[in-house]
């Protein structure tokens, strides 16, 4: 019996090292395996909302013509108010063409400074800073746009003067007229995005 034992001892203690060994190099190789199981439990890290890009306050945008017979009268806008600021901060510009009947074209550039929209009306003022119409430049002008699904609608500050050039300076910032001539959708569409106090 001891020389049975003797001889089969070294074979037993073999077979167990070459199994431990085994066992610790498949142990290594699934803890070393890329992408085993750890992807998939990986967490979605979400942007807090403190870091997303607030929405602007309000804006006006878009370029079009009226629908007025014989004469080209466009208007286009570019402005916006940001996030938490007052109306009279706003900021962009607002362009006016008009070519009367017999072809004579007029002008002016405006510096938007206040914006105040309420649903889908905006009243948008600014001062003219390019003009081909003499005596024009510094004047104060505003605007009014209704934005609406069946047609928009436009309004300005000398309606009741007839013509820019009649219009007194000393508007105040922010007033507009009823939005009294409507707009060819064939030409283009204003966009008046709603006032969100802050």
């Given amino acids: 019996m001891r020389n049975f034992t003797a001889r089969r001892t070294p074979r037993l203690v073999a077979l167990g090292a ?20 750890t ?31 014989g004469h080209l009268i466009t208007f286009g806008f570019d402005a916006h108010l940001a996030a938490g600021a007052f109306p009279d901060a706003a900021k962009g510009t607002f362009s006016i063409r008009h070519q009367w009947p017999e072809g004579n074209v007029q002008w002016a550039d405006v510096k938007v400074d206040c ?32 934005d609406r699904p069946e047609g928009d609608r436009l309004g300005y500050s000398w309606l009741l003067d007839g ?10 910032k922010c007033l507009g007229s009823v939005p009294i001539e409507k707009v060819d959708a064939s030409t283009g569409d204003f ?4 006032l969100e106090l802050g």
């Fill in 163 to 172: 013509h820019l050039t009649k219009q007194p300076r000393g508007l105040r």
């Fill in 115 to 146: 914006l105040v929209t309420g649903g889908k009306v905006a009243v948008v003022t600014g001062t003219v800073a390019k003009s081909n119409i003499p005596g024009q430049y510094g004047k104060r002008v505003g605007i009014t746009v209704d």
């Fill in 18 to 37: 070459a199994l431990l060994v085994t066992a610790g190099a498949a142990g290594s190789a699934a803890a070393q395996a890329p992408g085993a199981g």
């Fill in 191 to 194: 966009e008046v995005l709603p």
């Fill in 39 to 69: 992807e998939a439990a990986r967490p979605t890290v979400r942007q807090p909302a403190s870091a997303q890009a607030p929405r602007e306050a309000a804006a006006l945008t878009g370029k079009a013509r009226l629908d007025r017979p």
